[in-house]
């Protein structure tokens, strides 16, 4: 069996992604264990459905967490692969491991737990402030997992799988997926601390847009390589894109090249950048942010467009 020998930048590369998705996990413990659990606040995710168990039957959270993101990891190796699987391994291990130590030892060190049931308007301010730096600490946890090609787990597996067997955007389900479960913790808490999940919840994805990438979700990628035939079937196989191939020249010696064009969406951003330098480190990419993307994969077009263009059309016809 062949060795596979790496080069000291592939390994500093290699430690900086480890280290990323380290500190990203341990970011997203404190995130919940110092702010969203003690305050009781339901914000979606492995978390929320914690409390909300723990509010019904007393589990402890830290439990719940775990068997959680063991369980959801496994769904991820029988239905999204053993690329994914090993992606979600590391925050799989660091994050429940991460929330239980400051769950056990800590245990409310900023002294939020009288909010929970109370009505008086200072306590319900701290709640808010729970919510505001939770989420905040949540979403900057996500956005550097994400930065080193890692990912958290936890409710994403069901959303990828969502994505990949039925077609819908990833936006789209996961933001159903926490709506149900702050949902059902307003039922099993009350209604400030659900409202103040909400209020996490959105700050959460705020921070993650501001740290990761930012702005638009959509992404385009044009490459430039002499190895496209390698790069293309790494982008269809492995990341499960489409693309579109162009035959190119060279402007200085009319050198010609196969263009290789993609379009994703923003967590697979460093997976296609790092894949993209590992196959060939020539290779020549530039990286747009898209305004929308529309067809398979991603966004439908809008039904009401579609109808006025078909009205051009005929009226174009009936003037010839």
């Known amino acids: ?8 930048k592939q390994i500093r590369k290699a430690v900086s992604n480890v280290s990323l998705v380290v500190l990203g996990n341990i970011v997203l ?9 003690p305050a009781n606040i339901v914000a979606g995710g492995e978390s929320g ?9 007393n589990i402890p959270i830290d439990i719940t967490v775990g068997i959680l993101s063991w369980f ?14 090993l992606q979600t391994l590391l925050g799989t291990i660091v994050y429940p491991v991460a929330l239980s130590i400051i769950y056990r030892l800590f245990n409310d060190p900023i002294g939020l737990a009288p909010i929970v049931g109370s009505t008086g308007g ?9 919510g505001i730096f939770g989420g905040a600490f949540v979403g900057a946890g996500c956005a550097i997992t994400y930065l080193g090609g890692g ?7 069901p959303v990828f799988i969502i994505r990949k067997y039925f077609g819908v955007k990833a936006s789209v389900s996961g933001f159903v997926i926490d709506a149900i479960i702050i949902g059902f913790g307003i039922f099993a808490i009350s209604v400030i601390p659900g409202m103040i999940g909400i209020i996490s919840a959105f700050i959460s994805s705020m921070m993650v847009e501001l740290i990761f990438i930012g702005g638009s979700t959509n992404y385009v990628a044009q490459i430039v390589s002499t190895k496209s035939d390698a790069i293309n079937e790494y982008l269809q196989s492995d990341m499960g894109r489409g693309t579109t191939i162009i035959d190119v020249r060279g402007g200085y010696k009319e050198t010609p090249y196969r263009l290789v064009q993609v379009a994703f969406e923003k967590k697979e951003y460093v997976l296609i950048r790092d894949a993209v330098s590992r196959i060939d480190p020539n290779a020549f990419v530039t990286f747009m942010r898209a305004q929308s993307i529309n067809g398979a994969g991603f966004e439908a077009f809008p039904e009401k467009n579609f109808k006025k263009s078909l009205g051009i059309n005929e009226f ?5």
């Not at 990912?151 to 597996?157: K, W």
């Open 122 to 130: 200072l306590n319900e301010f701290h709640g808010l402030l729970a």
């Open 29 to 37: 413990a404190i995130g919940t264990g110092f702010f969203l659990v």
């Open 49 to 57: 459905i914690a409390i909300i168990l723990n509010s019904f039957w």
């Open 1 to 8: 069996m062949a060795k596979i020998k790496m080069t000291a």
């Open 151 to 157: 990912s958290t787990g936890g409710v994403d597996v």
């Open 316 to 320: 174009f016809k009936k003037k010839k």
């Open 72 to 85: 959801f990891f496994v769904m991820g190796a029988i239905f999204l692969g053993k690329k994914f699987t």
